[in-house]
Structures are given as structure tokens and as C-alpha cells.
């Protein structure tokens, strides 16, 4: 497979250095990328990057992951607007763990000599002396070409418009001299002759590779990715909001996939090329399905499905398809029972949510009782309105249509504490018996 074609019909490629493609077809490369901790878990944004990797050990190379142990205690000025605050040695270090757990569900650790590795540059650092790299690596770059990088100048021009606090301090200034070195280490022990990442990286890694040419008069490559942008064209960063996380704690697999089946046409249409590993011929003919009848949200489905199943698993797919229907009218009672507590709390996340003792609801003689005096009229403000709604077949709980406002409010408890009442065809709420 030649990895820049593959990645240019993709819609992944933005740019790559001169000699990236001859290197590339000379025989089995070792590229890395870079992977910052300053999360316990990666995004949607940083799994863009990894299917990069995942891309190039398809095409027979050699991938490594540097998690970055010792840039991470550092910051990286690109795309950011403002200093970040710095981690502690032990956060850091519970991040990286979570970071490898989760890029050994794409990469292959055992498969011969492009078996993919995981490297933390922290190894490497713990013991350089700040003398000791300002000698061996600093006299090797100027400042002035250090400054020529434009996420530098950027952030230079806002210090000197006078907002002092989106400055930039020498300790992000350093941080591509030391991701440069990272490069220089890594081609030196390890062969690795091509780093890439996502285009807001440009300017880190050439700088990797000019100091390679002018420690060691070596040549080395960069190639980086189209950067995954959301609807609103700012990028998936950690410290701007609205991640999407590949860990189940910081997003369920409810609400992960969900968030593609959301996806508007367009965007799923680029998406399910650079997020799955789908053939050209197969994404053409989901396309094209999907072209037919809109509606159906074809696009949308597979790279939903594809996604999930990636980074979750196929059961916990199967488990947001069934809670996806609940709230489109066609789960029943056994669609409930069926559904993790987990799953059926992320799924009515944003409804209502009422408390009611056991007590309380052993009490409630009607189910109009129920939802009106025992809930303490959040549902139903009287039980006239109640019983109103009931009789014109308006209320069901657990998606069991309410036939009688005076039958007993005797419902089987989801979970053995919770109820599903919905009220016309839009309106949600989750009671929980406690």
C-alpha cells in the first residue's frame, strides 16, 4: 500500500517534506507521532493522529508512539492561546498509562519486525543536565529560527500587543527544541527516519528534523495530517471543551456514539474516511446508498458503528443502538430492562431527574398519584391535568402506555430503581427510587 496515496484519497494528507514518498517506497520506515499527557484519556482529535499510524503500519512500516513523560511537564505553544498550567510528575504518569491502554486497541504490538512500540521520552530526559543540553543541543538552532515558526510569532504578537497573560514564557519557547530533540534520539537508537503528526505540528517536527542535518548531517522526513476541526472550525484540544473522550468514564458509549450519528451529512462524508478503515470501494457505495435516501443517515450509521466498536467494544455498540431507539419511540419495556445502568443514565442525562423515596412511592395509591403529588408536580402539576393526559393516551411509563389514571402505580423498577415516564411524545423523565 503507498501510504500517501492512501492518505491523500482520504482526505488525511496536508503536507509532507521532499523525499517523504521515495523514503517511504525505499523499504520498512519507523515513523512516530507524539501523544501529549496532559489528559488521562485521548479524543476524538488525537485519535485522527493515531489512525495516521495505523495508516502507515498498514502500508508495512514501523509505527512508535512517544508518549511525551517529559514535554508534557512542559506545554506546547501550537494552536494554544495561552499558558497552560504544568502537571505534576505523578498526574503525568497515570495519564501516560491511561494514553498506552488506549493506543494498544489500534496498533499491533506483536506482529515481527513493524510490530508498533510505545516510547516515553521522559526516559531519556530524567538525566540531561539543563547545562548539559543547552551544550549538545541548543548551539545547534538559533533563535531566530526557532522565532520563524508561526505558532511562536502568534503568540510573540500577543505579548507585545500587551496582553502579557497570552504571552510566551521560555518554558513553551523550548518546547520544540526539546520535541526536536526527541526526533534526534529516536533516529539515533531506534532508526526512526519520519515523524508526523497533525498540520499544527509542522513547525515542531521540521524543527526535529533541521536538528538531525545539523548534529548528525543526517536526512530525515516529516509528513503531517489534515487537522480535525469541530463544526464551529476550532480544533479537538483538551482545555478547550466539548472533547469527545475515547475513555468510557469521560464519555459513555452512549453519548460517543451518538455523536457521530449526529454528524451532519458533509462532515460524516469526510469523517468516515479518515476514521475507519473502510476500502474506497466500500465508502463509495455507503455514499452513494446514502445520497439515495438521506434520511436513513447511512454515512452516519456505518462510521458510528465502525468507531464504536474501535474504541468500545461490539457489545457496548449493540447497547447504544438499543438506547439510541429509546428515545425515538421504538424500544419497549425489554429495550430497557436490557440496558446497563450506565447506558440508561447516560441516555436521560439532559431529561428530568426526580428522586422519590421508597416510601413515598409504595404510598401512591394511582399511578395519577404518582406522577403528580408524590413527584411533587414536576411531572404533573394536579392530578386533574394527570388524569386528562392519561385518558387521551398521552403518558407511558417504562414505554408501557398508562391505559387507566386509576390503575395502581405498581411498575417493575429498572434496575430495581428507576422509572421511564414520558409525557407526550417529546417530554422525559427519569424517577429514581431510592
Not at 94 to 123: M, P, T, W
Not at 272 to 293: M, P, S
Not at 327 to 356: A, H, M, W, Y
Request: proline share 2%; net charge negative; glycine share 10%.
Amino acid at each position: 500500500m503507498n501510504l500517501i496515496e492512501e492518505l491523500r484519497w482520504r482526505g488525511m494528507l496536508h503536507d509532507y517534506m521532499p523525499g517523504t514518498e521515495e523514503q517511504l517506497a525505499s523499504g520498512m520506515t519507523a515513523g512516530y507521532i507524539g501523544f501529549d499527557p496532559t489528559a488521562a484519556s485521548l479524543h476524538i482529535g488525537n485519535l485522527a493522529t493515531i489512525m495516521l499510524l495505523v495508516q502507515l503500519q498498514r502500508a508495512g512500516h514501523k509505527p512508535i508512539a512517544l508518549v511525551g513523560g517529559a514535554t508534557g511537564m512542559i506545554g506546547d505553544p501550537s494552536g494554544k492561546s495561552a499558558e497552560r498550567n504544568l502537571l505534576d510528575e505523578n498526574t503525568l504518569k497515570a495519564n501516560q498509562e491511561g494514553i498506552r491502554r488506549q493506543l494498544e486497541k489500534f496498533l499491533d504490538f506483536n506482529c515481527g519486525a513493524n510490530s508498533a512500540e510505545i516510547v516515553n521520552n521522559y526516559d531519556w530526559f530524567r538525566e540531561f543536565s539543563f547545562l548539559g543540553f543547552l551544550r549538545e543541543v541548543g548551539k545547534h538552532l538559533t533563535v531566530n529560527y526557532m522565532m520563524a515558526k508561526e505558532s511562536v510569532k502568534k503568540r510573540i504578537s500577543a505579548d507585545e500587543e500587551g496582553d502579557r497573560a497570552e504571552g510566551l514564557s521560555f518554558t513553551e519557547f523550548s518546547y520544540q527544541l526539546i520535541q526536536g530533540y526527541d526526533f534526534y534520539h529516536l533516529y539515533k537508537n531506534k532508526g526512526v527516519t519520519l515523524q508526523m503528526g497533525a498540520s499544527d505540528q509542522w513547525g515542531n517536527i521540521t524543527t526535529g528534523t533541521e536538528l538531525i542535518r545539523r548534529i548528525d548531517g543526517g536526512k530525515a522526513f516529516a509528513l503531517v495530517g489534515k487537522l480535525v476541526t469541530k463544526a464551529d472550525g476550532t480544533k479537538f484540544g483538551k482545555s478547550e471543551g466539548g472533547n469527545v473522550w475515547l475513555d468510557p468514564e469521560l464519555t459513555s458509549p452512549y453519548k460517543f456514539y451518538q455523536f457521530w450519528l449526529n454528524l451532519a451529512d458533509e462532515e460524516a462524508g469526510k469523517l468516515i474516511k479518515v476514521y475507519t478503515l473502510l476500502l474506497q470501494e466500500e465508502i463509495n457505495r455507503i455514499t452513494e446508498e446514502h445520497k439515495q435516501a438521506p434520511h436513513q443517515r447511512a454515512l452516519q450509521k456505518a462510521l458510528a458503528k465502525d468507531v464504536t466498536i474501535r474504541v468500545h467494544s461490539e457489545e457496548d455498540y449493540l447497547a447504544a443502538v438499543d438506547a439510541s431507539e429509546i428515545l425515538f419511540g421504538k424500544g419497549d419495556l425489554e429495550t430497557l430492562k436490557g440496558l446497563r445502568e450506565d447506558i440508561l443514565l447516560s441516555v436521560f442525562e439532559g431529561v428530568p431527574q426526580i428522586e422519590v423515596s421508597r416510601e413515598n412511592y409504595a404510598e401512591a395509591a394511582t399511578v395519577t398519584d404518582l406522577l403528580s403529588e408524590v413527584t411533587g408536580g414536576e411531572i404533573f402539576e394536579s392530578k386533574g391535568e394527570a388524569k386528562r393526559m392519561i385518558k387521551n393516551g398521552g403518558v407511558s411509563v417504562n414505554r408501557q402506555k398508562v391505559q387507566n389514571p386509576d390503575d395502581a402505580a405498581s411498575f417493575e423498577l429498572l434496575q430495581e430503581k428507576y422509572l421511564v415516564v414520558q409525557k407526550g411524545k417529546k417530554n422525559y423523565y427519569l424517577l429514581t427510587i431510592n
